[in-house]
């Protein structure tokens, strides 16, 4: 009976290594729990957080190994999460979940030392693919390119991102209502 669960251990020892700590970070509380329950089952020692507030307090007092964190948190943002894992352990490898991806956030994420970047409604196949991928691993190329609306999209959140996330200054850089860039900034990406 034990010989399954020593193979499964075995297994887990020689992707994950001996230290399995996994920091999750996200306000769904639905998502979180499933994603959770997954990458436990898949070797993991798994801790949960939902804010960034929490984030950052259990990554103080146990810097994971391992963490996936989504980008937008109700109290802030999950990259402030990252930040404070990184300046406790270098080691860690951490992948950026969101719902609102952009160019911008990816590239400051991986700065921060993220080593993927998905999108919502991301898989635990695909956290766990990502959190394992050997050094020199590369993503595979997409098979479709970006649509009119996501580059648009995609240029928006440039530019907000280089106003510091002012929306005042970023409208009138696009030449733009602020409302309507308001309007754009709360909707999903396009696909």
């Avoid at 937008?72 to 999460?81: A, F, K, M, P």
């Avoid at 394992?132 to 440039?158: F, L």
Wanted: glycine share 6%; proline share 5%; aromatic share 4%.
């Amino acid at each position: 009976m034990d010989t399954p669960m020593r193979a499964a251990d075995a297994a887990a020892e020689h992707l994950l290594g001996p230290d399995r700590s996994l920091l999750i970070v996200d306000d769904d509380g639905p998502f979180l729990r499933r994603l959770a329950r997954a990458m436990e089952s898949r070797g993991f020692t798994v801790d949960v957080a939902e804010s960034v507030a929490e984030g950052i307090a259990k990554s103080k007092a146990n810097p994971p190994k391992y963490a996936v964190v989504d980008l937008r948190l109700g109290d802030g943002n999950g990259l402030d999460v990252i930040e404070a894992i990184r300046q406790l352990r270098q080691d860690t490898k951490t992948i950026v979940l969101t719902g609102y991806g952009n160019i911008a956030t990816a590239v400051t994420a991986v700065k921060l030392g993220a080593l993927d970047y998905l999108a919502k409604p991301a898989d635990a196949d695909d956290v766990f693919h990502a959190l394992t991928q050997r050094p020199g691993e590369k993503a595979d190329v997409p098979e479709n390119p970006m649509s009119a609306d996501r580059v648009r999209w995609e240029h928006i959140q440039r530019v907000y991102e280089m106003c510091e996330r002012n929306v005042s200054e970023t409208a009138r850089r696009l030449n733009m209502h602020r409302r309507t860039l308001q309007r754009i900034l709360a909707k999903r990406a396009p696909k």
